[in-house]
């Protein structure tokens, strides 16, 4: 297997940037959020865009000025592109740095583009960690699982056999026609992972492949909480980890199950009765003060463990997506090494706890703008880079 490439390679390109440089997103999941943050802190930006979706960056938020020089948009430059794979060839990796660009990336960065290509071919800066993406994937031998539990961090239980399921289970897999997303459900009992596994898989809904290699997790039954942090190499005089906000997700089918008397619920037809965990949008929130100090030790404790499995470690934006029981424990189900998918939600007028830090209006994507401005202004871009 071909190396990644060396953080020092990286650190060179950063470093012939010099003072200007330019921020660029794959556009889509939070890349809003970082244009706006990116326009906010006077960064130029760059949406890549994908044949058929790419309106709502090229057009309707595209960054025009009046001839009163009123400005109206963030997005100030848009690389299209048929398919978001291509922005590995090299014509394309070329015009990002010649605009000096950083990268920022996201969920769909790592989902549509080749982990390998990202690793190996991708000569653009990275902000953020590069090597601590392909965690994110279940399936790889050593995922954010590992570090979780060389952290002693609290994640679910894992339940081996489905023949042990003795209480409410949550069984992880993809779904099978939208590829992106999850083909999540859950199960009291061996006789039911079965029955409804069957049913899903007759629906095209989930492969038996697929289902071969699903994790089984005990169901930890409380509010989930995604928590968006964000760690600061640059940061010398106040603490390097930051609380920035806290979001909560929309789920379809789901959340339109749930508002559905229980005896509309079971008049369902069995197409319908087991929802789907697509992601649909996101929410804000905020927690009893009494927990923060909770989230603030998983998120050292994270830190730590990543820096050590996957050096330099965590850089900039990462969430750490909880649940938590009826006796205030935490408890990790997922985790984010790069900006999480629910940040839109506290894009331009920031969030509460990043608000309070900074006294201005704070988002994940105006702190992370903000972080490579100053590293560039500081010649220290390679410290944030990789």
Known sequence: MTPMIERRFVEEIARGYGRKVSIGVIASHSALDVLDGASQEGVPSTAVTQKGRGDAYARYFRKVTSPGGAVRGIVDNVLSLNRFPEIMEEVNRVALRK??????????????????????????????????????????????????????????????????????AIVKLHHKVKKLERGFFTASSGEEYRRKSQELIRSNVITAEDLSTSRIERYVIGPVFNLDFFYSPLQEKGEKIELLGIDWRFESSLDGHVRLPADQQLSLPQSQRIPEYTVVGHNSATMRESLLQAAFDLAEKFVKAAAKRHPPGIIGPFTLQTCVDKDMHFFIYDVAPRIGGGTNVHAWSGHPYANMLYNTNMSTGRRIAMEIREAAAQERLGEVVT
């Open 99 to 168: 605009m000096n660009t950083v990268f920022v990336p996201n969920r769909s960065f790592s989902s549509y583009c080749s982990l390998d290509d990202i690793e190996q071919k991708f000569d653009i800066p990275i902000f953020g960690s590069r090597g601590m993406l392909r965690s994110e994937e279940r399936e790889e031998k050593e995922n954010y699982y590992t570090l979780l539990e060389e952290a002693g961090l609290p994640y679910p239980e894992k339940i081996e056999n489905p023949d042990d399921i003795d209480s409410l």
